[in-house]
């Protein structure tokens, strides 16, 4: 149904997805959105977009209209495309590397949440998951928990080069274990 979101494959702004959500009158952060839809992927969802939709609105009661329903189709549909993709491509939506660190740490945060629902939204009732899921993929999941509640603390006096430096790891962590979440329960299996 969606097939002109094929090729359309490009990088997606952090705070034109943020203006989108506000024009609609929502409060939820684009961090927290994809966190949520690589969640579903990663949980084992089809890739159609409108999966992506039903999911947002059963789950976190957003129900999105006109630009952000697309763009947030789009942005499905390369992720999903991300997440397949051999050269490990794929990347969180965060706010820019020049926003503030409390800000970013925040998103990062709210992607956590995000892809913690996601996953749950995706595998609840589904009884395979769970115990098919590797030690591996269980510790990652609650190594996002616990990025779930990561905030920087303004009364700490570390050095703002050691809390870029922390940030950074955390976030390549994360894209990487998402990857190995992914492969282990979201991947289709593919006869060889």
Same mark, same amino acid.
């Given at each position: 149904m969606h097939d002109e979101l094929q090729g359309k494959?490009?990088?997606?702004d952090f705070d034109e997805f943020a203006n989108y959500l506000l024009e609609q009158g929502l409060e939820a952060s684009p961090s927290e959105l994809h966190g949520?839809?690589?969640g579903l992927l990663s949980?084992?969802?089809?890739? +159609?977009?409108?999966?992506?939709l039903d999911a947002l609105d059963q789950s976190l009661g957003l129900v999105l209209h006109g630009e952000l329903a697309d763009h947030t189709m789009q942005l499905y549909t390369v992720t999903a495309a991300a997440l397949e993709d051999e050269e490990f491509d794929f990347h969180p939506l965060l706010p820019d590397d020049d926003d503030d660190i409390?800000?970013?740490?925040?998103a990062l945060a709210a992607w956590s949440r995000g892809f913690l629902a996601g996953f749950a939204h995706i595998t609840a009732g589904v009884e395979v998951v769970p115990a098919t899921l590797s030690e591996?993929?269980? +510790?990652?999941l609650k190594d996002f928990a616990a990025i779930a509640q990561a905030a920087v603390d303004?009364?700490?006096t570390e050095d703002e080069d050691k809390a870029e430096d922390s940030y950074m790891e955390?976030?390549?962590y994360l894209?990487?274990?998402v990857l190995n979440v992914y492969m282990d329960a979201g991947a289709p299996v593919q006869d060889h």
């Open positions: 494959v490009g990088v997606f949520f839809l690589c949980g084992g969802a089809a890739a +159609e977009p409108e999966v992506a409390a800000q970013r740490t925040a591996d993929s269980s +510790e990652i303004e009364d700490e955390l976030v390549e894209r990487f274990a």
